[in-house]
């Protein structure tokens, strides 16, 4: 459960990363798009978990 509760901290923490460097970057640019992929595995991790 608290491996749960980690991986949800980050997932929050990338998305907030990923919309603030959107809102000033193209979205295709390489850290949105690094952002984002972080963001997916991420997303992977605690689907996984679940």
Same mark, same amino acid.
């Given at each position: 459960?608290?491996?749960?509760?980690?991986?949800? =901290?980050? @997932?929050? #923490?990338?998305?907030? /990363?990923?919309?603030?460097?959107?809102?000033?970057?193209?979205?295709?640019?390489?850290?949105? =798009?690094? @952002?984002? #992929?972080?963001?997916? /595995?991420?997303?992977?991790?605690?689907?996984?978990?679940?």
């Amino acid at each position: 459960m608290e491996q749960k509760k980690l991986i949800l =901290v980050e @997932i929050e #923490r990338c998305r907030k /990363e990923m919309n603030d460097l959107s809102k000033h970057l193209d979205l295709s640019s390489e850290e949105v =798009v690094s @952002i984002s #992929r972080q963001l997916d /595995e991420l997303l992977n991790q605690f689907e996984k978990a679940r």
